[in-house]
């Protein structure tokens, strides 16, 4: 039977092994060593080298392994860096916005929640917080901005999150009142909304003057808002000489866009 070549030097390999085993191993003349010594050091070399070579590259995969863990660990350490900021950011902004309610007397005036909007259905005039049954916030509070400008009521309640209506939510009305500088008695009315953000105010004495610019905000009557929140500003009147009243379209005092935090009334 033919050996092949690799058989062939598998087979050299294996002895030049043994002998050199038996070379350490056995009482050998200095001379008898240094001779097989002598002839096998290519050998030996080729040996040597390969088996560093193989090392070097069994060590660079290790390292390979330990940067890949490294740049995994640092990537996972920038993230928690950037949560924290973000976080820092947002508590830096919620004291603003207490500190600013504050000022003008809400938290002396009112019992307040503080809440963020987690989302807007424009379309549907409602809003989504973040505060919910667990929070003490029950179903028809009051829902303003730390300016104290009316924003809405709430009208769903879950465990962590609540729904609120905003008045402009079509059927949402409530009493409303324009101040008349002039004639030192306000205006009244009934706010009514429209959908699609958009806010009228009913039943208006025909013979009260009204102008655009005109402040409107909630009466007492009715005991759905309190009184003094802001409701936003004549933008139309609308008057004719058959009707009884004379209506108005009002700019809520509120911009959807750029509502992020929200005081609930808890108590007034």
């Known amino acids: 039977m033919k050996l092949s070549p690799k058989f062939k ?3 050299i390999i294996i002895l030049l092994i043994a002998l050199f085993a038996i070379l350490n191993l056995t009482p050998a003349k200095k001379e008898t060593k240094n001779f097989f010594y002598l002839i096998s050091s290519p050998v030996q070399k080729t040996f040597w ?16 392994k330990n940067l890949k863990k490294e740049n995994e660990e640092l990537k996972l350490r920038i993230q928690e860096l950037i949560s924290e900021n973000i976080s820092l950011k947002e508590l830096k902004k919620e ?15 009112f019992k307040l929640e503080f809440s ?6 424009i379309s549907g005039d409602t809003i989504l917080i973040n505060k919910g049954l667990k929070d003490g916030v029950s179903k028809d509070l009051s829902v303003i901005t ?24 079509k059927g949402i009305s409530f009493a409303a009142e324009i101040e ?16 699609n953000l958009k806010l009228f105010l009913d039943r208006l004495p025909q013979e009260r003057e009204i102008k655009k610019g ?14 003094g929140l802001l409701v936003g500003e ?27 935090t929200l005081f609930i009334i808890l108590e007034f």
């Open 180 to 195: 008349d500088y002039n004639q030192g008695t306000p205006i009244l009315g009934e706010m009514k909304g429209k959908g």
């Open 116 to 121: 963020q909007v987690t989302g807007i259905d």
């Open 49 to 64: 080298r390969a088996g560093m070579e193989t090392s070097d590259f069994f060590e660079m995969i290790s390292e390979m």
């Open 234 to 260: 004549i933008q139309e009147i609308f008057k004719s000489d058959i009707e009884p009243w004379q209506q108005a379209e009002v700019k809520p005092a509120f911009d959807i866009k750029e509502l992020e």
């Open 95 to 109: 004291n603003e916005i207490l500190r600013q309610a504050l000022k003008i007397g809400l938290q002396e005036e």
């Open 9 to 11: 030097i598998g087979i």
């Open 146 to 169: 730390e300016q104290k400008t009316l924003v809405g009521r709430i009208s769903e309640v879950y465990k962590n999150f609540s729904k609120v209506q905003l008045i402009t939510y």
């Open 214 to 227: 005109d402040i409107v905000i909630t009466t007492a009557l009715g005991g759905i808002f309190p009184k």
